[in-house]
């Protein structure tokens, strides 16, 4: 890796663990509560099933980041967990629509969920492991793109193939499932082919290092930090908190949307369930459309101010909804919403790690996953409950644009997450294509 230059041949290769991960999650969530439903008639009990992979993930996302931390061995500290975890979700994957009894089907899904969430954030780690660290909002841009492809293959693809192995055989089940195996270990082939560790975690070189020091101007406090890579300041800490609760708290809002809006159509705007999903498709497609830019843009700007940019126009723009119950203009709005939650989601990761210090990107980047799994076990029975005492769907947007607001509030008062040398400009980043 170049120095002020983005390899995209590198990032996009390393992205395939994300890719791995997104077409797993995406075929588990729409096809899993439909299997249940063949053994369980309560859709609470379902929805608690279907919280597990969020519970492992506030507990096991850390644990596993810290142990890449301090893993050594010729493989290096992340690919290990990918190695071993990644061909047993495949199998168990494979497995899932094939269970006769609801004990049988619980077993693999545990197993499955499991072990997702021990090679997940060694995976997501790799890329500010092999990224210097004023580009990895451009390149965490690169890595959501990938597994927004990957989310598509999953939802439309997979969509057909169950459509037409339903026609052939009359169960559907199987086909998306072993479609997701395939596409997971041929993910996992181009990582073990073309992807290399390095020994250690980014160092710039020591040029590289005298002018950044150079540029950024560090406190005696920041010199101190920076040296000992294990330690934060006062105020570093208090600005990774409010990071961290930032991410808690916009992450509330974007779930309970994506968790509720199909219910909201349908109840709200009188929409079929088939037309609901593919409205809420657009927020997605958009999001995807605008992931690289918006790590541009953020690396060019700053993260906390793209953020700040992302939130607001969230807010503003769902503002609107809590008074009008109109189908074009709720599909304008969340085609307009993607363009800002990709500010949000796409500079946030980056902020967290770069308070890490090379040495505890895992552990960090399981902090940012207990925050953000926190907020989808939380949102949806905080927005249940509250749909219950109101009585309608329309409350929805209200309780985004507060999650949203709070969230706000978190992030102007952080002061650190952004690389001094982030004034690296898109042809820069762009030279690396000729790497």
Known sequence: MKENKLNVKTTLLLSFGFFASSIAWTVYNAYVPQILAGFISSTTLIGLVMTIDNIFGVIFHPLFGSLSDKTRTRFGRRMPYIFIGLPICAAAFTLIPHMNTLLSLMIILIIFTFVMSAWRTPAVSLMPDLTPGPLRSQANGIVNLMGGVGAVLALFVGGILFNVWLHKTGNGFPIPFLMSSILMLLALAVLALFVRE????????????????????????????AKADTKLTRDEKKSLLLILFGIFFWFTGYNAIETFFTLYATNTLGMRPGDASMTLSIFSLTFLAFAVPAGFIGAKIGRRRAILIGLSGLTLLFLPLIFIANVWITRSVLFFGGFFWAFVNINSLPMVVRLSGEAKIGTYIGYYYFFSFSSQIVSPILFGFIRDMVGHYKVLFLYACIAFAVAMVCLFFVKHGEDKSDKTTAIQVLDGLDD
């Open 198 to 225: 390095p020994k250690h975690a980014y160092e710039p070189s020591p040029a590289a290092k005298a002018r950044e020091d150079k540029d950024s101007s560090p406190s005696p406090a920041a010199e101190k930090s």
